[in-house]
């Protein structure tokens, strides 16, 4: 590589005891290191400082957060804006007609004359007149057409018999499982390439190469991890927060009800979730040396991610497929909190579920750090996953 690196501007991670030499530059430490949860600390806030620093992450981070909080805000008026007034000219027999109608605004008017002016002038949408030749003794007058609101109000309803009152709304189930997916998707994919871009750049400006003489391999990708899990954490609480405030000032009752359930399980999935997507980042990063090849060894994860989030929004009114999905660790964070707001899950599958995400992610930091020791001081041409994988350390 032909990038040169300032030895200062990396932090040292060593211990206060160990002894630099050559000047600035930390010493490499062979039998001593430094303590490994000390310098995974160091790491972590190395790390959220650049990001806090960096305005492109701040903007993005605000901007959601205030999005989803403001949309949540509007839905409680969404309603309202969505739904239409009709004003409607009514004779004594056609106010009693028309009393109670949601979406009618009576006019009273005294002859049947009156309302057809009323009508032809395009002051109402219809009258409703008596009429003794009518079957009902009323009928609509109308320039065109009648509204359906009114129309649909006037005529006999048969009896109808609800099974289920409170179930859910299938609307509302596919935007939950929408929203849900877009979060974790999002949150994934974007800290997850933060952590990749982070590894690829310090391996081309050799800065990896001073770090890892003050601290372990295994210590600088936990250390990335870890920070960059906090705050995609803190991104999501944030996102909730916002969004319960937006649910308490529309008086939704739906977020604050029946959407608490499902986001109570979908943040212990997201987090475990989070650390295993954000380690195979790191791997995939530390097996390429250029910017430009990190699309090759990323994409396989990106798919991961990806294919079993479209399969909840497409099978999401499937039960069995939803089952099946629920213990995928891809999957999970979504498929759980759909299937706990729909009722078809049993009390013990989150926990489950749970267990074989964490289980997974452990499997997963282990087969990671062994890529990122591995490939993290290799340079030139990139790094297959068999290669990182089965090639000696260096």
Known sequence: MSAQTNPASAPNYASTSTTARNGNQPAPMTATRANFATAIGLIIEREIAVRLKSKAFMISTIFSIVLFGALVAVSGALPSLLSSTDQVAVTSAGAKAVDGIDGIDAIPVDTVDEAKKLVKSGDVAAAVVEDDQSPVGLTVIAERSAPDSLTGALSQVPTVELLDPDAPDPVLTNFLGLGLGIVFFMSAVTFGSTIAASVVEEKQSRIVEILLASTSARALMFGKVLACSILAFAQIALTAVSVLVGA???????????????????????????????????????????????????????????????????????????????????????????????????????????????????????????????????????????????????
């Open 248 to 394: 308490a000032i529309s008086g939704n009752d739906v977020v604050l009800g029946k959407v608490m359930g499902p986001i109570a399980w979908f943040v212990p999935l997201f987090l475990v979730g989070f650390v295993m997507i954000a380690a195979l980042y790191a791997a995939a990063a530390s097996m390429v040396s250029r910017t430009e090849d990190l699309g090759s060894t990323s994409s396989p994860i990106m798919m991961l991610i990806f294919l079993p989030y479209m399969a909840v929004i497409i099978f999401s009114s499937n039960e069995s497929v939803m089952a099946v999905l629920s213990y995928i660790p891809f999957s999970a964070a979504v498929a759980v909190p759909m299937r706990v707001f729909l009722g078809t899950i049993e009390w013990w599958e989150p926990l489950v579920s749970l267990l074989i995400l964490a289980v997974t992610t452990v499997l997963a930091l282990l087969i990671a750090t062994r890529i990122f020791e591995r490939s993290i001081l290799q340079s030139g041409p990139k790094v297959t996953w068999k290669q990182a994988l089965s090639r000696p350390r260096g």
